[in-house]
């Protein structure tokens, strides 16, 4: 069962569907997208441009410093999150942490110490949201865009063999451009 908040609601992360099916979002690795939901865990819809990555918060989820260092770095590279406040992701000496912001949403006033390096604003960071571009929406049929399922076919062999030869005749073709 999930766990609910004071008022009796239950708590989750959304990622808009505009990002999801963005191309920045489809080039993140697994790690990234682990992090951006762990980043966004954080996020209440009051503190955007106050969220943290810090090693001490994130060891649980990741396998070394190093995982969680690329992660942020293509978070970044694909424009998802943005540096806010410089600090440090080690949280040593009680040093302030390096400050993100989800891209998608304004960026919240920050009440904390630490250099801030942008301002709050209630317009998102990034508005420029490309879509996916894929031989499907070309109209070419790729192996994620096969030729549509027939029963005729299925249930004959002879007709099965001819659309197993048109399948990858499709897909090398959709190789080859």
Same mark, same amino acid.
């Given at each position: ?61 990741? !396998? ?5 260092? *690329? ?5 970044? $590279?694909? %424009?998802? /999150? =943005? ?30 110490? !630490? ?5 709050? *604003? ?5 508005? $420029?949201? %490309?879509? /996916? =571009? ?44």
């Amino acid at each position: 069962m999930a766990r609910e908040n004071k008022r009796g609601k239950t708590k989750f992360v959304g990622i808009p569907h505009y990002v999801m099916d963005s191309a920045s979002y489809a080039e993140l690795s697994g790690n990234a997208v682990k992090l951006l939901t762990l980043m966004l865990r954080q996020y209440n819809g009051h503190n955007n441009g106050n969220l943290t990555a810090t090693w001490d918060a994130m060891q649980d989820h990741f !396998g070394s410093n190093n995982t969680l260092r *690329s992660a942020l770095k293509s978070l970044q $590279d694909n %424009r998802l /999150i =943005e540096l806010t406040g410089v600090g440090t992701t080690q949280r040593k000496g009680g040093k302030p942490p390096t400050l993100f912001a989800i891209t998608w949403a304004g960026v919240d006033e920050y009440r904390g110490q !630490g250099n801030v390096t942008v301002k709050a *604003s209630p317009k998102p960071l990034r508005t $420029d949201w %490309r879509p /996916i =571009e894929t031989k499907k929406s070309q109209g070419a049929k790729t192996a994620l865009n096969p030729p549509r399922f027939d029963a005729k076919t299925a249930l004959n062999p002879k007709k099965q063999h001819e659309s197993k030869v048109q399948k990858l005749h499709y897909t090398q073709k959709a190789a080859n451009g």
